[in-house]
Nanobody
Framework: QVQLVESGGGLVQTGESLKLSCTYS????????MGWSRQAPGKEREFLAG???????YYDDSVKGRFTISRDNAKNTVYLQLDSLEPEDTAVYYC?????????????????WGQGTLVTVSS
């Protein structure tokens, strides 16, 4: 059974950065396409970025240039670097996984989700 555990969220000020981590518990991490989504209060969950096992990435236009997804297959971990944070980025950030998934679709077709980590950006 796959388990995903996010960490790294917290309270930051506008313009600051955070690096989120998602640790995968299971086998064959390198076969899973990983992704990050977020859900702000009162809004629907939105997909932000995906990365294949070989490192091919996808970004939603809303975060391209500010957020960076990466992974370390040796550590079974996927990361999301958040730069130039704005109050509108305040949300719970979720990690997602799908075996052999397409990076641009993992948010919609995820097999597994983490419990989320809260990012709060103050103005």
């Amino acid at each position: 059974q796959v388990q995903l555990v996010e960490s790294g969220g917290g309270l930051v000020q506008t313009g600051e950065s955070l690096k989120l981590s998602c640790t995968y518990s299971g086998r064959t991490f390198n076969l899973y396409t990983m992704g990050w989504s977020r859900q702000a209060p009162g809004k629907e969950r939105e997909f932000l970025a995906g990365i294949s096992g070989s490192g091919t990435t996808y970004y939603d236009d809303s975060v391209k240039g500010r957020f960076t997804i990466s992974r370390d297959n040796a550590k079974n971990t996927v990361y999301l670097q958040l730069d130039s944070l704005e109050p509108e980025d305040t949300a719970v950030y979720y990690c997602a996984a799908r075996k052999w998934g397409i990076p641009s679709r993992v948010g919609n077709l995820a097999e597994f989700w983490g419990q989320g980590t809260l990012v709060t950006v103050s103005s």
